[in-house]
C-alpha cells in the first residue's frame, strides 16, 4: 500500500510554526502484524456462514482463546484494546450456545444505554447476519412497554444495564422466570468502567443475580470485557466472586499511531502559566479539521465541552464563512438521549466531523473510525487516557492522539517525564464490595427479592446486616428466614450511580417554549445551574432564572452573553470518629469517618477566551453533607514537617498548606489509580478536631470507596512526587502547575520564592 | 375476557369476586398478599345470598398454606372477578406462586375497571372503586381503615400476634368485596337493559351496542340523545349518514343545537344531497358566526366563495330564463 496520506497532515501540522515549538515528545507506536487461530472445528455451519459474509474466515488468537474458555464453562475476562474485535469473544460461544440448547439464555450488561442499543445492532446486523433463530432485545429504561414483555419471555440474550437489572429485572424475577431459568452466560462489558463506587454497586448487583439465578436452578458462567487495566483478572473476581480467567495477549494488528505532547506555550514564564488547554486544543482542533482530519476532543468537564465546541465553531466560522461544511458538534451527558444518537449517527456516516466530547464518548459506542483524538488535560487514569486515544485509529493507516497538558500538576508532570508515562503500568481498578453502605443498600434490595434464609452469606455473613435491618423493621425473621416487611421498594430510592438518585430536569423557557433542553444530577445541578448561572447547552447560552430544587426544575432563557459562570465551592469538615492513627518521623495520621458539607455560596463570571473575572453573584442554595471516609495528615510540633511549619507564621503556613494540598490532591490520583475528582481535600493551618496543622484527604463518595487507606499506604511516594514536581517547576513564586497560587502578584505579604521553598521543605520532611 | 360485553354477560352466580390486601403497591417480588376476599353468590331463589370468605396470612411461614388455599377455592367453573385485578392482583398473586413453587393456573378472569370506566368515566370523576361506591351505590363506611395504613398493620400483627385495627382491616376488605360485587351487579344491569339504565354514559353504552345490535344501540343512542346528551346525537347522525337513511338522519341534524360543526353539516347537506346551494350559503355564514379558530374561519370563507360563486351563477341561469316571459 502506498505510504498514507495522513502521515503528511500530521507531518505539516508537527512542523506549523504556530504548533512546533509545544511539542514536547512524538511517540510513534508501530504498527504490529496480527496473530491467528483457525475457527473451532465445531462452529455452528450458521455462525461459520455469518462469519463468512463479513470476510471472516480465521480468528485472532484471543478470540480463539475465549472460545476455547467458555466452551469448558469457565469464566474467563478478555482484556485488548479499542477495535480488537472484542465482541467476537463472546458473541461466538455465547449464540453457539444459544443454538445448541433452545432454553438457554444470556444476559449482556454494558454501563450504559447508548452501548446497549450499539451492541443490539451490532449483533442483529453485522454480528449474525441477522438470520440466525435468535432473539435478541434490548431491555432498558427506553424499552417501550409493550415490547417489554416479548423481552421478557422470547428474548435469548438480553442487553441491559446495571441500572435496570438493579431497579427493573431483579425486583421482578418471577416475571423474567423463564429467562433465569435457562441463564447460561452472563456477559459484562466495559468491566473496567465498575470501579470504585459504581464498581462497589455493580459487585453487588451482581451478588443478587447470581442469588436469582440459583434460585431457578441455574448458574450462569461470566465473560467480561475490559479495556487494559493494571489488575484485570482480579478485578472480574472482586465482580463476580469466582475464579475468573485472563485472556490478555491480543491477537489483533495494529495500525500505526502518533502519540504527541503538547504543552502549551508559557504566557509568562516568571510565574509559569501557561495558555488554557481551552484555547490551545481548539487550535489543534481547527487546523486538523481544516485539513479534513476526523477529529475527537475530550475535555474534563460538560462546562469546558461546551466551551472548547463553541470556540471551534466560532473559529471555523470567523475563518471560513464560504465554508461552513465541517459540522462540530458537542458530546455530554445532560444531552438529551435523541440528541445523543443523532451526533453518534452523524460521526458515523460522517456528516459530522468533529465532536468535543467528555469521556461520555470514552466508552465503546461505535462511532466509527476517526483519524485524530485531542485529550485536552489528563482525563485522570491511565486507562482512559489510552481508551481516549483509542478511539482515533481504523484497522489500518497512521491516526494520531494528542495530550494537550493544563498547567496543572499531574499534566506537567506526565509532560516532563514522558517515560514515567509510557513505562506506567496502567491502573488497577478498585471496588469494595464491603462498603458498609453500598453493602447495606443491596441486603435491602436482595431481601426484597427473596428472604434471606439463616446462615445464607451474601459475599459475606449477613447475619449483622439483616440483624441491624431487623431493628428498623425493614426486615423481620419468621420461620428461619428474613422476610422483607416494609411497604417500600428498595431499589427505587438506591442509585449505582452517584449518591444522589434525583435529577434536575432543565427546562427552556423561553417565550414561554417551556421544553425540556437536559438533566443534571442534584449536587452537580447546585454547582453548575443556580441561579442566574450561564448555562451553556449545546453551544446556546441560556441563563438560569430559577433553579427548585424542591420539584427538580431548573428554569432557563436563552440569553446571549459575553461570559460564562463558575461556582466558588467552600468546604467544611468534621471529624466523626477515629479509627487508626499512626505517626513516622515525618507526620502523624489518622483514618476516621468525616462529615463534608460543601456549600456554593458565591460565583463568578468569566469573559470567554480570556477567562478574566468580570464579576461575582451570590448562591442561595442549602448545602450538600455527606459522610465518607477520610485521612488526616497531622502535622504535631514533634515531627519533622511540624516542626518546618511552627517556625512560620500562621499565614505562611496557610500558603504552604495549601501549597501542598493542591500538589498531593492533583498527584494522587496517578498512584490511587482513581479519577481527580474521586477525592477531595481541604487544609487547616491549625484544625479545629486536633488541634495541630492538618490536610485532609478524603473519599468524594459517601460511606468511602477505600481510597483515604490505600492514600494512607501510598503517602510517603506521593509526597516524594509531589516534590520532584515543585522542584522542577521552572517558575520563580509559585504557579498553577506546583504550588497552585501565584504569590507574586503583590496581594498577599507573602514572597513566593519563600513559599515554594516552604512547600519543599515540608514535603522533604514529610516524606 | 377483558371486553366490556362479555364480563357483563356472565352468569353472577358463576363469579369468584377476589380482592387482596397487600403489603404495598409495587408488586415486586417483596410485595406479598396478606388477606384475600372471595365472594359468591349463593343461590336460593327468593333467599339468594352473598358469601364473603376471607384467607388471611397470619405469619409470613404460612404463606405456602396460604396460596394452597387461594388455589383450591378456584374451582374450574369460576371466573375471577375483580376490580383492576387483571394489572394487579394476578400477577402478584402469579409472583408468590413462583416464590412458593407452586403453578398459578390460567383461570378466567374478568376485571370490571374496563367496564365500570366504560360506562361511568363521564358520570363520575373518577371509577375507582371508592368513588363509585360511595356516589353511585351511595353507600358509606363508618370508620373506615385507610388504605395506606393498611400494610403496616399487618406488619404490626404478624410481629405482636395482634393488632386493634386489624378487625377493620378485614371488614374494609370484606366492603370492598361487596362493593366488587355491588358494581359488577350494576355492570351487568346496565349493560342488560341499556335503554332503561339510569346513571351511566348511555352515548357509551349505546355505542357499544351499536356495533352489536344496531336496533338497541340506536334505542340507546337515541334516548340519550332526548335527555340532551349531544355525543350520542353525532353518533346517530354518522350511524344514519353512513346507512344512508335521510329522513333520520335530518331529523337528528336540526335538532342539534347550532354550532360550527352542526351548521358545517348542515351546508354540505344541503349543498351535495338537497342540491340547494343558497341554503348551504346561508348555513356556512352561520357557521362563521361561531367559527372563532382562524384556520377554521379560512376553511370557511374558502366555502362560503365557492356558494357565493355557485349561487351568483344560479340566479344568472334564472335571470336569463325570466327574461322572455
Keep these: 500500500m502506498n505510504p498514507d496520506p495522513a502521515i503528511r497532515v500530521f507531518e505539516r501540522i508537527l512542523a506549523d510554526p504556530d504548533i512546533a515549538p509545544c511539542v514536547a515528545r512524538v511517540e510513534r507506536l508501530p504498527e504490529a502484524p496480527g496473530s491467528f487461530a483457525p475457527l473451532p472445528p465445531d462452529l455452528d455451519g450458521r455462525l461459520a456462514g455469518a462469519l463468512a459474509r463479513r470476510g471472516i474466515e480465521r480468528l485472532y488468537t484471543h478470540q480463539r482463546a475465549s472460545w476455547d474458555l467458555a466452551r469448558a464453562g469457565r469464566n474467563f475476562v478478555v482484556v485488548t484494546p479499542t477495535a480488537s474485535g472484542k465482541t467476537l469473544c463472546y458473541n461466538l460461544p455465547v449464540v453457539q450456545a444459544l443454538l445448541e440448547d433452545p432454553s438457554a439464555r444470556a444476559l449482556y450488561l454494558f454501563p450504559t444505554k447508548a452501548l446497549s442499543q450499539d451492541q443490539q445492532a451490532e449483533l442483529n446486523e453485522v454480528a449474525l447476519g441477522g438470520d440466525l433463530p435468535v432473539k435478541i432485545a434490548t431491555y432498558d429504561g427506553d424499552t417501550p412497554s409493550s415490547v417489554r414483555v416479548s423481552a421478557r419471555d422470547t428474548g435469548r440474550i438480553v442487553i441491559t444495564n446495571p441500572d435496570m437489572l438493579h431497579s427493573g429485572v431483579l425486583p421482578n424475577h418471577a416475571k423474567w422466570s423463564r429467562f433465569f431459568s435457562g441463564l447460561r452466560y452472563v456477559v459484562v462489558d466495559e468491566m473496567h468502567g465498575y470501579r470504585g463506587i459504581f464498581g462497589s454497586h455493580v459487585a453487588n448487583v451482581i451478588r443478587r443475580l447470581k442469588r436469582i439465578a440459583a434460585f431457578y436452578g441455574s448458574k450462569p458462567s461470566f465473560i467480561l470485557c475490559s479495556a487494559t487495566i493494571g489488575n484485570p483478572g482480579a478485578l472480574a473476581e472482586l465482580l463476580v466472586e469466582e475464579p475468573v480467567e485472563t485472556v490478555t495477549e491480543n491477537g489483533a494488528p495494529r495500525a500505526e499511531k502518533l502519540v504527541v505532547f503538547y504543552n502549551p506555550p508559557l504566557v509568562d514564564p516568571v510565574q509559569g502559566i501557561r495558555k488554557s488547554t481551552a484555547t490551545e486544543s481548539q487550535k489543534l482542533a481547527v487546523k486538523l479539521l481544516r485539513a479534513g482530519v476526523k477529529t475527537i476532543l475530550f475535555a474534563r468537564s460538560r462546562l469546558r465541552v461546551e466551551l472548547i465546541a463553541g470556540y471551534i465553531n466560532q473559529e471555523l466560522r470567523n475563518l471560513y464563512t464560504d465554508n461552513s461544511g465541517i459540522v462540530v458538534e458537542p458530546y455530554r451527558s445532560g444531552l438529551l438521549p435523541t440528541e445523543r444518537r443523532a451526533i453518534e449517527r452523524g460521526l458515523r456516516d460522517g456528516t459530522v466531523h468533529g465532536v468535543v466530547s467528555t469521556n461520555a464518548l470514552e466508552l465503546g459506542i461505535d462511532i466509527g473510525g476517526l483519524d485524530a483524538a485531542i485529550i485536552a488535560g489528563f482525563p485522570g487514569s491511565f486507562a482512559s487516557f489510552w481508551q481516549q486515544s483509542g478511539r482515533a485509529g481504523r484497522r489500518s493507516g497512521l491516526s494520531a492522539a494528542f495530550f494537550v497538558a493544563s498547567s496543572s500538576p499531574l499534566d506537567q508532570y506526565i509532560v516532563a517525564h514522558p517515560e514515567y508515562f509510557f513505562g506506567a503500568s496502567p491502573e488497577s481498578g478498585r471496588v469494595d464490595p464491603a462498603n458498609p453502605y453500598v453493602y447495606m443498600d443491596h441486603v435491602k434490595c436482595a431481601a426484597f427479592e427473596l428472604p434471606f434464609g439463616e446462615g445464607e452469606p451474601f459475599g459475606q455473613d449477613v447475619g449483622e446486616a439483616l440483624a441491624y435491618l431487623a431493628e428498623d423493621g425493614i426486615v423481620r425473621k419468621a420461620g428461619g428466614r428474613w422476610h422483607w416487611s416494609s411497604s417500600g421498594y428498595p431499589s427505587e430510592e438506591i442509585s449505582l450511580r452517584s449518591a444522589a438518585s434525583d435529577n434536575v430536569v432543565i427546562v427552556d423557557a423561553t417565550e414561554g417554549r417551556n421544553r425540556v433542553i437536559g438533566e443534571m444530577d442534584r449536587p452537580s445541578a447546585k454547582e453548575l445551574v443556580y441561579d442566574d448561572a450561564v448555562y451553556i447547552h449545546r453551544g446556546r447560552q441560556y441563563v438560569v432564572l430559577k433553579l427548585d430544587l424542591e420539584n427538580r426544575l431548573c428554569k432557563v432563557e436563552e440569553r446571549e452573553v459575553n461570559y460564562y459562570t463558575d461556582a466558588v465551592v467552600k468546604t467544611d469538615i468534621k471529624v466523626l470518629s477515629e479509627d487508626a492513627r499512626g505517626e513516622s518521623a515525618g507526620h502523624g495520621w489518622v483514618l476516621s469517618d468525616i462529615l463534608v458539607r460543601s456549600e456554593a455560596e458565591r460565583f463568578k463570571k468569566l469573559r470567554f477566551h480570556t477567562h478574566e473575572n468580570v464579576g461575582y453573584g451570590d448562591i442561595h442554595l442549602p448545602p450538600e453533607e455527606m459522610q465518607t471516609r477520610g485521612l488526616a495528615v497531622l502535622f504535631p510540633p514533634e515531627t519533622s514537617a511540624g516542626t518546618e511549619l511552627e517556625k512560620r507564621d500562621i499565614a505562611f503556613r496557610a500558603a504552604v498548606l495549601s501549597g501542598m494540598s493542591h500538589l498531593i490532591r492533583r498527584i494522587a490520583p496517578a498512584f490511587l489509580m482513581c479519577d481527580p475528582r474521586d477525592i477531595g481535600a481541604a487544609e487547616r493551618a491549625r484544625d479545629d478536631h486536633f488541634g495541630v496543622p492538618a490536610l485532609y484527604l478524603y473519599d468524594q463518595y459517601p460511606g468511602g470507596t477505600g481510597l483515604a487507606e490505600a492514600l494512607r499506604e501510598l503517602l510517603p511516594k506521593v509526597f516524594r512526587a509531589a516534590l520532584e514536581t515543585v522542584e522542577l517547576c521552572p517558575c520563580g513564586g509559585g504557579c498553577p502547575s506546583c504550588i497552585g497560587v501565584d504569590f507574586s502578584d503583590g496581594r498577599t505579604a507573602l514572597d513566593g520564592r519563600e513559599v515554594k521553598t516552604g512547600v519543599e521543605r515540608l514535603l522533604a520532611a514529610s516524606a | ?325
Excluded at chain 2, 77 to 101: M, Q
Excluded at chain 2, 164 to 183: F, K, Y
Design chain 2, 1 to 325: 375476557m377483558a371486553t366490556t360485553p362479555e364480563s357483563c354477560r356472565i352468569p353472577a352466580g358463576r363469579l369468584l369476586f377476589l380482592d387482596l390486601e397487600t403489603t404495598g403497591l409495587s408488586g415486586g417480588a417483596g410485595t406479598i398478599a396478606f388477606l384475600a376476599g372471595l365472594g359468591r353468590v349463593v343461590p336460593g331463589g327468593e333467599a339468594e345470598g352473598f358469601e364473603i370468605r376471607q384467607y388471611l396470612l397470619i405469619d409470613y411461614p404460612g404463606e405456602d398454606a396460604f396460596l394452597d388455599a387461594l388455589l383450591g377455592a378456584l374451582v374450574s367453573e369460576t371466573v375471577l372477578a375483580s376490580y383492576n385485578g387483571r394489572s394487579f392482583d394476578e400477577p402478584l398473586l402469579r409472583t408468590r406462586c413462583i416464590l412458593n413453587r407452586k403453578h398459578w393456573p390460567p383461570h378466567p378472569h374478568a376485571d370490571f375497571l374496563p367496564a365500570a370506566r366504560r360506562l361511568w368515566r363521564k358520570r363520575f370523576p373518577d371509577c375507582s372503586l371508592g368513588t363509585l361506591e360511595a356516589l353511585m351505590l351511595k353507600r358509606q363506611r363508618s370508620l373506615d381503615v385507610p388504605g395506606a395504613r393498611i400494610p403496616e398493620i399487618w406488619f404490626e400483627y404478624a410481629k405482636r400476634g395482634s393488632h386493634p385495627l386489624m378487625e377493620a382491616v378485614l371488614e374494609h376488605n370484606a366492603a370492598d368485596v361487596e362493593s366488587l360485587a355491588a358494581i359488577a351487579a350494576e355492570c351487568a344491569r346496565t349493560y342488560a337493559n341499556p335503554v332503561d339504565a339510569r346513571d351511566c354514559d348511555r352515548t357509551a353504552l349505546g355505542t357499544l351496542w351499536l356495533k352489536l345490535q344496531p336496533d338497541t344501540g340506536r334505542a340507546v343512542l337515541e334516548r340519550a340523545f332526548e335527555e340532551g346528551e349531544e355525543r350520542a346525537g353525532w353518533m346517530l347522525l354518522r350511524h344514519y349518514r353512513r346507512n344512508g337513511v335521510w329522513a333520520e338522519y335530518r331529523r337528528v341534524l336540526s335538532a342539534l343545537s347550532p354550532g360550527w360543526d352542526s351548521w358545517i353539516e348542515r351546508a354540505k347537506d344541503a349543498e351535495h344531497r338537497l342540491g340547494d346551494p343558497r341554503a348551504a350559503l346561508q348555513a356556512a355564514r352561520s357557521a362563521r358566526v361561531f367559527a372563532a379558530d382562524t384556520e377554521l374561519r379560512e376553511h370557511l370563507e374558502l366555502r362560503i366563495r365557492r356558494l357565493t360563486r355557485k349561487t351568483a351563477a344560479i340566479r344568472q341561469r334564472e335571470d336569463r330564463t325570466s327574461r322572455p316571459r
